[in-house]
C-alpha cells in the first residue's frame, strides 16, 4: 500500500491495493483508518467493487446509514445513486456541504465509488476545517465557542439539488422539518482536534439568533471556510474509492461537465452527536 498525499492541505492517495480481493483483516482496515484520519479524505486508486463488497468495505469501517431522501440500489438501501444524467444541468449535492449535517447525529465518513464519469471535468474539492478553525483569530474563536448554529435539509439550493434524483427515487420526506442544532466548534471524537462545523448547503442562523443577526457572520464564515489554501481537489477515475471525514471536511462537486453522465454509488457511515 502506497500513501500518497493530495495537497498540503489534506487528501491522499492509495495505491497497490485490490479491494476486490481483501478479506479486510483488522490491520489493513487500521491502515487505511490512520492514514484517513491524517489526511481527512483518502482515495483507494484502481478498484471496480461490486456493491457488496463495496458494503462490506464500508461495514468493516463503521455502520452503514440509510439516507432519509432516496431509496438506495435494489437490494443495498445502504447504497445511494449520485447521479447526473446528460441533459441535466444541477448536479446532486452541488454546493459545499459536510452529508446530512441535519441530523441529531450526522454521518462520520462518505464513501463514494466512481461507477461512470465525463471525459473531462466533474471533479470534487474539499476543505480542510481543522485549518479552517486554526486560522481564524483568538477573538473570533472565543465568539464561535460558545455558539450553535441551526443546520436545515430545506435550504433552498442544497434542496433543489435533489429534485431530479427525488422525482425518480424519492421518499416521502418533509426537508424543512429536518433540522438539528450542533455547536459551530466541533471537536474530533478520535484525535481532539477542534474545527469549524458550520455547513454552507445547510446552516441558516445560530440558535437564538435571528436569520437576520447571523446573516453578516455566517457570510464571513462561509468566505473562510473554503479559502483555496485549505483545499484538496479529487480527480476522479472510474473505479476509484474515496472516503472522506465529514466531521472535519466540506466537499463541493463541480458541475462542469454538462451534456455528460456521471454517477457514482454513495455510502454514508453513522456518527455521534457533536460536541
Not at 439516507?67 to 446532486?92: A, H, Q
Not at 452529508?99 to 462520520?108: E, F, G, R
Not at 466540506?250 to 454538462?258: E, K, V
Request: negative net charge; aromatic residues 6%.
Amino acid at each position: 500500500m502506497k500513501v500518497t498525499p493530495l495537497a498540503p492541505a489534506m487528501g491522499a492517495e492509495i495505491t497497490g491495493l485490490d479491494l476486490a480481493k481483501e478479506d479486510f483483516k483488522s490491520r489493513l482496515i487500521d491502515d487505511i483508518r490512520a492514514v484517513w484520519l491524517e489526511h481527512h479524505l483518502l482515495v483507494i486508486r484502481d478498484q471496480n467493487l461490486p456493491p457488496q463488497r463495496q458494503l462490506a468495505l464500508a461495514r468493516a469501517i463503521g455502520e452503514p446509514d440509510i439516507y432519509p431522501f432516496l431509496d438506495g440500489l435494489d437490494g443495498f438501501p445502504e447504497i445511494t445513486s449520485v447521479l447526473k444524467r446528460e441533459d441535466e444541468t444541477v448536479n446532486f449535492g452541488g454546493v459545499w456541504h459536510t452529508d446530512t449535517i441535519y441530523q441529531d447525529k450526522p454521518p462520520m465518513a462518505t464513501m463514494l465509488q466512481a461507477i461512470e464519469l465525463p471525459p473531462i471535468g466533474g471533479d470534487t474539492l474539499f476543505a480542510n476545517q481543522h485549518l479552517a478553525w486554526d486560522r481564524l483569530s483568538d477573538g473570533l474563536q472565543q465568539t464561535l465557542s460558545g455558539l450553535r448554529v441551526i443546520c436545515t435539509a430545506g435550504k433552498a439550493k442544497v434542496a433543489a439539488s435533489r429534485t431530479a434524483r427525488i422525482a425518480e427515487k424519492g421518499k416521502a420526506v418533509d426537508a424543512d422539518a429536518m433540522q438539528a442544532s450542533h455547536p459551530v466548534v466541533r471537536t474530533h471524537p478520535e484525535t481532539g482536534r477542534k474545527s469549524l462545523y458550520a455547513s454552507p448547503g445547510h446552516a441558516i442562523r445560530f440558535d437564538g439568533w435571528t436569520e437576520e443577526e447571523s446573516a453578516g457572520l455566517l457570510a464571513h464564515l462561509f468566505r473562510h471556510q473554503i479559502l483555496p489554501e485549505f483545499q484538496c481537489r479529487l480527480s476522479w477515475r472510474v473505479g476509484d474509492v474515496a472516503i472522506w471525514d465529514n466531521r472535519c471536511t466540506l466537499h463541493y462537486p463541480l458541475n462542469d461537465y454538462h451534456g455528460h453522465r456521471r454517477l457514482l454509488h454513495r455510502i454514508t457511515l453513522k456518527g455521534d452527536r457533536p460536541v
